[in-house]
């Protein structure tokens, strides 16, 4: 009888070694080339993010094209209290709570400024509108500025926001000065100080989740700026033709346009939440001085794909945004919360005839 007859017999279970073992080196060689793929792949992918995020962004300076040809200084203007403003934007209903919420935080901030909120008068309805300026704000009624090339390239959320550069008509209005804040903002202290600036175009450095980081490039949620319907018309014939991102939309442009004449704010006056989710040491530093919140990558006031809700669930979102990223915003999200709480108490006989309306 021979060995392997003999084995076969009595231990069923057993395995000759010197004929079976090459199975788990194939097996052991299989994983190995599997690994190596997944992390080629890994590392294919990641190069790939990396440089894609680099030539999507080309630096301003290092493209520079020369839009802007006003001078530096605004001499002609010296600074006056009575012709500052502060000025937000109402493109849509669902933001009626966040510029009332604003308008309030404002008011508990004692700023000297006008308040102002320019709204699209054929898509906000008189409810939201009448919400949103219960807290202070001015209503002024605006037309769409469209994107240029159709919007090729943007995020449709952005499709709007070169109505934004209807600031730089407000001269029109005797405002010599104002600050413009994005409506997903909640002021923390007075900030009046940036009216005394000499300068026509101020702004706040930007941050990027990604590889990029932090940025010489400013935010556009908040600016400080000269209004000049002459500058307007500067931009608005630049438009078309300026080289920059679209998928930056407004904020790409003027970086563009204001590149070698922005002055750079100090981090606090535009407190992005990315700043924290990028550095918590950074905001550590910069919290205790914060003049503005910045609710870029979570929103308090609104619900998914910037759906539009009740006022009434308005509580719920807050503490559903409180738990989002492991509850890394949760401080942010209940000032808001408290803001708005106050917001509707302070203004509730105003707020019971929106709902008349």
């Given at each position: 009888m021979s060995l392997r007859a003999f084995l076969s017999r009595s231990h069923k279970n057993y395995v000759l070694l010197g004929h079976e073992s090459g199975r788990p080196e194939r097996r052991l060689t299989l994983r190995l080339a599997i690994l190596l793929?997944?992390?080629?792949?890994?590392?294919?992918?990641?190069?790939?993010?990396?440089?894609?995020?680099?030539?999507?962004?080309?630096?301003?300076?290092?493209?520079?094209?020369?839009?802007?040809?006003?001078?530096?200084?605004?001499?002609?203007?010296?600074?006056?209290?009575?012709?500052?403003?502060?000025?937000?934007?109402?493109?849509?209903?669902?933001?009626?709570?966040?510029?009332?919420?604003?308008?309030?935080?404002?008011?508990?901030?004692?700023?000297?400024?006008?308040?102002l909120v320019l709204y699209f008068p054929e898509r906000i309805s008189q409810a939201a509108l009448c919400l949103a300026t219960s807290s202070g704000f001015t209503p002024h009624p605006i037309s769409r500025i469209p994107p240029p090339r159709n919007g090729a390239g943007m995020n449709p959320h952005f499709m709007d926001q070169f109505t934004k550069l209807t600031l730089w008509t407000l001269d029109t209005l005797g405002i010599d000065a104002l600050v413009y804040m994005d409506a997903d903002m909640l002021v923390l202290r007075n900030f009046d100080e940036v009216f005394t600036l000499p300068y026509k175009f101020a702004a706040v450095p930007d941050v990027f989740l990604d590889s990029r980081g932090f940025v010489p490039e400013f935010n556009a949620g908040f600016l400080y700026l000269k209004p000049s319907t002459d500058v307007y018309n500067a931009m608005i014939e630049a438009l078309p033709t300026a080289r920059f991102p679209p998928e930056y939309a407004e904020q790409a442009f003027l970086n563009q346009f204001f590149s070698l004449s922005v002055v750079r704010l100090p981090y606090v006056y535009n407190g992005n939440l990315a700043y924290k989710k990028r550095s918590p040491k950074m905001w550590e530093g910069i919290h205790d001085e914060l003049r503005v919140i910045h609710y870029t990558i979570a929103k308090p006031f609104v619900g998914r794909h910037f759906k539009e809700l009740k006022w009434d669930d308005l509580d719920k979102q807050v503490v559903h945004a409180a738990k989002r990223d492991g509850g890394v915003f949760r401080e942010e999200m209940e000032k808001w919360g408290q803001m708005w709480d106050e917001t509707r108490i302070a203004y509730d006989q105003a707020h019971e005839d929106c709902w008349a309306e």
């Open positions: 793929l997944v992390f080629a792949v890994s590392l294919g992918l990641n190069a790939f993010f990396y440089f894609r995020d680099l030539w999507s962004w080309p630096r301003p300076l290092d493209d520079y094209q020369g839009l802007n040809h006003s001078p530096l200084l605004d001499s002609l203007h010296p600074a006056s209290a009575q012709r500052n403003a502060i000025v937000t934007t109402l493109y849509s209903d669902s933001y009626a709570p966040a510029v009332a919420t604003l308008g309030h935080s404002l008011q508990r901030a004692n700023t000297t400024a006008r308040m």
